[in-house]
């Protein structure tokens, strides 16, 4: 019997080797075609919270954490390193700045302001490795010089403070996205985690949005 089995557990072996094979060499090719495209066409990465992860583990010192080393092994293990956004053939990458819904008003839009003065220390202190860019032309040619572009991306339109030209001076800064919202309603948008007040936008949203339309956002 025991004789049987083996031979039986050598047979099943055998037929599943091929198909074994196959997937392998299937997988292999598919990964190949992966950096093929990857190599004509850098990835995009459209959010990254980095930056907020710096500052609520590491107190924003950039002097305490090292993007050429891995950063899974810190005492606080980071999700972005150099080597892992070399990995994942990122050309161009969008910095999150990120501050709580809790925050509002001016609060809010200090803490904003917080952020993309890191995101800013960290592009001068890896100049090597990122570029600020502001536009698609300025991202086509960091990527042509081997570079990544980095961008700026506001989550919350909580930090803008009712106010239009705090709005004006994030895209001067060179904030190239916000979200309307986060996880909270505010006084002029609904959050679809949140209770709605307004029916999507109040007459001052679709102002705000017409103003970044306007601004280039």
Request: hydrophobic residues 45%.
């Amino acid at each position: 019997m025991k004789q049987f089995l083996s031979a039986v557990s050598v047979l099943a072996l055998a037929a599943l080797t091929p198909a074994a094979a196959q997937d392998a060499a299937s997988g292999d090719a598919i990964d190949a075609r992966v950096a093929a495209v990857i190599a004509q066409s850098p990835v995009i990465d459209g959010h990254n919270d980095l930056a907020y992860a710096i500052h609520e583990y590491y107190d924003g010192d950039l002097s305490k954490v090292d993007l050429t080393k891995d950063a899974s092994k810190l005492a606080s293990p980071l999700h972005t390193d150099i080597a892992r956004l070399r990995a994942g053939g990122v050309g161009a990458q969008f910095w999150s700045v990120y501050v709580p819904a809790e925050l509002e008003g001016a609060q809010s839009a200090e803490a904003v302001h917080v952020q993309i003065d890191l995101v800013r220390q960290m592009i001068a202190q890896y100049r090597d490795v990122f570029e600020f860019a502001d536009s698609a032309d300025d991202i086509a040619r960091i990527e042509s010089e081997g570079r990544i572009a980095s961008m700026l991306g506001m989550e919350g339109g909580e930090a803008i403070n009712n106010n239009l030209a705090i709005l004006r001076d994030f895209r001067a800064e060179g904030v190239l996205y916000m979200t309307l919202c986060h996880s909270k309603t505010t006084d002029w948008v609904d959050s679809a985690t949140d209770a709605p007040a307004h029916g999507g936008l109040s007459a001052f949203g679709e102002d705000v949005v017409r103003e970044m339309n306007r601004i280039g956002m």
